[in-house]
């Protein structure tokens, strides 16, 4: 019967793999109580419990919504994404996972951490883009180094980490080495390199001045 739940409470950790027809990957729900719904194309899960899959993401968190048909999961509440492929530890409220174009799209506030550089982003809003590398912050974006001693803030930040650049779009402000301000629209900063420019008006003031 369509719409029929099946309410499954374990005292022990429910945990099963399920394999979309559509794709080789998987995903395993590690979980107390799951509710499946709409002839099982549809996966709940209320209480907290670990999502992992095998191209190396675990996600925690305290709601989950797993659509099959759609290959998309969708997570509420202190979530924690770790990516053990790209070295990634992200924190948000709400995640949208399309897990078929390999996309996470979170929202009500995000901060990421760059387990390998020492990087740290924040802004309401990510784009995160899981085979390309890429983080997209949006909505006060900020990204800190304090390893290689840089802060950059914009309205949207995109992270390339396969080839060390950071993009702005709009308003952008920086300071460098503790020392150097730097304010522009649609900046670019070579992070290895430590070069920082725009083909928009540049304002460059020394703080040790």
């Known amino acids: 019967m369509k719409n029929k ?13 399920f394999l ?10 590690d979980v107390t109580e799951v509710q499946i719904l709409d002839d099982g194309n549809k ?11 095998n191209n190396g993401l675990v996600i925690d968190a305290n709601e989950f919504e797993y659509i099959k048909s759609l290959n998309l999961l969708i997570a509420h509440g202190n979530i924690e994404i770790l990516d053990t492929i790209n070295n990634y530890k992200i924190y948000t409220d709400k995640i949208t996972y399309e897990k078929s174009n390999g996309k996470i799209y ?19 809003e990510f784009e995160y883009d899981i085979s390309k590398n890429i983080i997209t912050a949006k909505k006060n ?3 800190n ?5 840089y802060t950059i803030s914009s309205e949207l930040i995109t992270y390339l980490k396969e080839e060390n650049k950071i993009f702005t779009k709009g308003k952008t402000s920086a300071i460098l080495n503790s020392k150097y301000n730097f304010k522009s629209r649609y900046v670019t900063f070579l992070i290895n390199e430590r070069k920082i420019f725009s083909r928009n008006e540049a304002i460059v003031t020394d703080k040790s001045n």
């Open 5 to 17: 739940i099946y309410k499954i409470i374990l005292l022990f950790i429910f945990y099963f793999v």
């Open 20 to 29: 979309n027809a559509n794709s080789e990957e998987q995903f395993n729900f």
């Open 43 to 53: 996966f709940v899960g209320k209480q907290r419990g670990k999502i992992s899959s």
């Open 106 to 124: 979170t929202q009500n506030g995000s901060r990421a951490l760059d387990l390998s550089d020492g990087i740290e982003i924040s802004a309401k």
């Open 141 to 143: 974006a900020i990204i």
């Open 145 to 149: 180094n304090t390893v290689k001693n």
